[in-house]
């Protein structure tokens, strides 16, 4: 522990799993008081529970990203109990049904679009205006590699992603004069409940996704978490509208 984040609030979405479990356990190590931010109410209390027992500082609220009145409410909830917010990470997401574009339904691309891009960009658009008032923050949004590259049978998610990187850019270059830093993290596929699929796969698919990654494994949530905190963090002061693969080289092909 560095103490990078002491005292900072520090929300995450999509908490309660994976990549923003860690990121979020992460960040309290770092003494921010982390906003542990998700649907799954349960798994949630989980991770606030972990991070107690490590003896951070957390708390849980219950947020559907794809819901803008529920997104406005824990926001509310968050400035209520803080008032202010000085780290985000937009993380909340969904693989989808991994189709191919002829056989993806309307109601597939709409719930991809709605958590992975609407839930990313009503987050943004709240932490930018509480941000803005108080003199600045981080903002971390999570893409992915399938944000950078083509993604196969995956083009409704590889389109969400590839917007977050675009937002995540536009976003930077608006508010740069402003003390708002936002970034966003690409990983490449990481060994999370998402990806647990991948663990049992017999078609190959596993084998040839992980020849992808130069480094001849999948990633742990926890080397996002690290890239999420530093992001976050004054270290990465002169950093700002990047889009950090952390994807074992995947990217550098
Ligand atoms: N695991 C990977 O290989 C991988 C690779 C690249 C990018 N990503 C991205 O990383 C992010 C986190 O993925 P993960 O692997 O940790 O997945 P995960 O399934 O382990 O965790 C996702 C979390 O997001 C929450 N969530 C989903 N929809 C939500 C909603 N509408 N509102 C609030 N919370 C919601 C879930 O409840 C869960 O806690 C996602 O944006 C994903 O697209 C993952």
Same mark, same amino acid.
Not at 6 to 34: H, N, P, W, Y
Not at 41 to 64: C, K, P, Q
């Given at each position: ?73 824990? *926001? ?5 109990? *803080? ?39 009503? =987050?943004? &658009? ?6 803005? !008032? ?34 995540? &850019? ?15 993290? =690409? !990983?490449?596929?990481?060994?999370? !409940? ?19 990654? !130069?480094?001849?494994? *999948? ?12 992001? =976050? ?21």
């Amino acid at each position: 522990m560095k103490n990078l984040l002491t005292d900072k609030i520090a929300l995450v979405t999509g908490a309660a799993s994976g990549i923003g479990r860690a990121s979020a356990i992460a960040m309290a190590d770092e003494g921010a008081i982390v906003v542990v931010a998700d649907r799954d109410e349960s798994a949630g209390h989980t991770v606030v529970e972990e991070i107690t027992a490590r003896e951070g500082n957390a708390v849980f609220i219950a947020m559907d990203v794809a819901s803008r009145q529920s997104v406005s409410q824990g *926001f509310d909830q968050v400035i209520g109990q *803080f008032g202010r917010l000085d780290c985000a990470f937009n993380n909340a997401g969904i693989a989808g049904d991994n189709h191919l574009i002829a056989e993806t339904t309307d109601e597939e691309w709409d719930r991809l679009i709605g958590i992975n891009l609407t839930g990313v960009w009503s =987050c943004l &658009r709240r932490e930018i205006q509480e941000m803005l !008032p108080r003199g600045g923050g981080a903002i971390v949004n999570t893409a992915s590699v399938a944000g950078l590259v083509g993604w196969r049978a995956g083009a409704a998610y590889s389109a969400t992603k590839h917007a977050v990187v675009g937002l995540t &850019r536009s976003a930077a270059l608006d508010y740069a004069r402003h003390g708002i830093r936002i970034n966003a993290v =690409c !990983p490449g596929v990481i060994q999370t !409940p998402m990806a647990a699929a991948l663990e049992t796969d017999t078609s190959g698919v596993r084998e040839r996704l992980i020849r992808r990654h !130069p480094q001849g494994r *999948f990633g742990q949530a926890e080397e996002i978490a690290a890239a999420v905190v530093w992001l =976050c963090s004054e270290q990465s002061s002169f950093t700002n509208g990047h889009t950090l693969a952390v994807d074992g080289g995947y990217t550098a092909q």
